[in-house]
């Protein structure tokens, strides 16, 4: 089992800044990707960004230029810094990690983002 806590979510102005992270722990291995989802009310949980262990990233389209991840494989912790935060961007985020091993997916508890007009 991997275990998922993250941190960071709050409620900011729109251009304002936050930044995410999530840190794992448990069953651990040398091959996975981690990454943010976010899902808004009444929408389906969609990726934000993507990140693997040799630091390849991908992003949605709605957020690049704006977001960036990131990772620090020695702390098994992954970031999201979200910049020029929009209303749009208000949904609760959601940390995951896959194994690529056994392409198990692992969800933290979610965090509430919420940017104000």
């Known amino acids: 089992?991997?275990?998922?806590?993250?941190?960071?979510?709050?409620?900011?102005?729109?251009?304002g800044s936050l930044r995410l992270s999530c840190a794992a722990s448990g069953k651990l291995v040398s091959v996975n990707t981690m990454g943010w989802y976010r899902q808004a009310?009444?929408?389906?949980?969609?990726?934000?960004?993507?990140?693997?262990?040799?630091?390849?990233t991908n992003y949605a389209g709605s957020v690049k230029g704006r977001f960036t991840i990131s990772?620090?494989?020695a702390k098994n912790t992954v970031y999201l810094q979200m910049n020029s935060l929009k209303p749009e961007d208000t949904a609760v985020y959601?940390?995951?990690y896959q194994d690529l091993f056994t392409l198990e997916n692992y969800w933290g508890q979610g965090t509430q983002v919420t940017v104000s007009s």
């Open 94 to 96: 959601y940390c995951n």
């Open 41 to 56: 009310p009444g929408k389906q949980r969609e990726l934000v960004a993507g990140i693997t262990v040799g630091g390849a």
């Open 71 to 73: 990772r620090d494989n």
């Open 1 to 15: 089992q991997v275990q998922l806590v993250e941190s960071g979510g709050g409620l900011v102005q729109a251009g």
